[in-house]
């Protein structure tokens, strides 16, 4: 091995040593919740997630008006928003 390779090769692993011992950032994991949303009177609604929004689906229909995404029912990444008189569950995932 030349002085060049090993120089390389101490370096690298130099490298390899403080990247294993810097300190990483928590990750936060996602939690799972059922979050019921109403909508009133016909009206909108927006109701808050505990945390940031990754992911939403419909888990149950609970009113007897329908309840298409986008059009009665939606979220973002704060929470949901209900509208024309949709009521149901929510399976909400946040970080």
């Known amino acids: 091995m030349t002085s060049a390779n090993a120089w390389r090769a101490g370096l690298l692993a ?3 040593l403080l990247a294993g011992c810097a300190e990483q950032p928590p990750i936060r994991e996602s939690h799972r ?7 009133e009177a016909y009206g ?6 505990d945390g940031r929004v990754l992911r939403v689906r ?13 059009e009665s029912w939606g979220w973002n990444r704060d929470g949901i928003w209900v509208d024309k008189g949709c009521r149901a569950e929510f399976e909400v995932t946040t970080r």
């Open 44 to 49: 909108m609604r927006r109701c808050a997630a």
């Open 14 to 16: 130099a490298f390899a």
């Open 33 to 39: 919740e059922i979050l019921t949303c109403s909508s």
């Open 58 to 70: 419909l888990w149950q229909r609970l009113s007897e008006a329908d309840c298409d995404y986008r």
